[in-house]
């Protein structure tokens, strides 16, 4: 497809389960996010990728959460022994321009998680 | 850090009357700013941003946003509401020093009365 594609679009699972969140970003864009979204709040930075490394990973909560980006285009949230405190939109955008900083980014529709 | 204040939690106007949402940002540099619209069930889309040059910016849908530096603020702007706007609008502000993270405000509402 055109955009920014995330896998599961929901996810239920129990506390303290390992949880994997996929995102395939807009073809040929090096720069990819990740966010988490509260309810009631905005978009929270996590980690941001450009090309296979992770450039800035200060956003990201705890030593629970880690993200990957193999081959520089699909990436992989991982979330080790969930918490209640993890339930919330995580966010995928995908940018074709970091050297300048000043490109938009393109979201994905989020994948929504829930733990019991 | 960069930071975005969005003092209002819902924006209520009525279908053809002016839309304001309102925005004020904190950075460490000069800003580059940006306005995202979220509709239900949707991504995040962008609307418009400021770079650099003319203080008033135009973007999708018939919005536009004018960038304020002596009042660090960069409201955004419709001269004529429809039903249609009726979403989640989020501002967004990065620094000019190499960081890449978008900083975004919380949210303003906008509901549009027919």
């Known amino acids: 497809g055109a955009g920014v594609s995330q896998t599961p679009s929901n996810k239920v699972t129990e506390k303290g389960k390992y949880v994997e969140l996929r995102c395939d970003p807009i073809?040929?864009?090096?720069?990819l996010y990740w966010y988490r979204q509260s309810l009631g709040q905005g978009p929270e930075f996590l980690i941001y990728?450009?090309?296979?490394?992770?450039?800035?990973d200060s956003g990201l909560p705890n030593d629970r959460f880690f993200a990957v980006r193999p081959e520089g285009s699909v990436s992989t949230l991982k979330i080790q022994r969930t918490e209640r405190g993890d339930s919330a939109v995580y966010l995928c955008?995908?940018?074709?321009?970091?050297?300048?900083?000043?490109?938009?980014?393109?979201f994905g529709e989020g994948s929504r998680l829930t733990v019991l | 850090a960069q930071s975005v204040a969005q003092p209002e939690d819902q924006v209520n106007v009525a279908e053809g009357n002016p839309l304001t949402v309102k925005c004020t940002y904190s950075?460490?540099?000069?800003?580059?700013l940006f306005w995202y619209v979220q509709y239900p069930n949707r991504g995040l889309q962008f609307l418009l941003k400021?770079?650099?040059?003319?203080?008033l910016v135009k973007g999708s849908y018939g919005f536009e946003a004018e960038f304020n530096k002596s009042q660090t603020s960069f409201h955004l702007k419709k001269p004529s509401a429809l039903v249609s706007d009726s979403a989640l609008y989020f501002c967004?502000?990065?620094?000019?020093?190499?960081?890449?993270?978008?900083?975004f405000g919380k949210g303003n509402q906008v509901v549009v009365i027919p």
């Open positions: 955008a995908s940018s074709s321009d970091s050297f300048t900083n000043t490109g938009e980014l393109f």
């Open positions: 073809s040929g864009h090096t720069a």
């Open positions: 990728f450009q090309g296979t490394g992770a450039a800035d």
């Open positions: 950075v460490s540099g000069n800003p580059y």
């Open positions: 400021y770079i650099t040059g003319d203080n």
């Open positions: 967004a502000v990065r620094d000019t020093y190499g960081n890449n993270r978008l900083a």
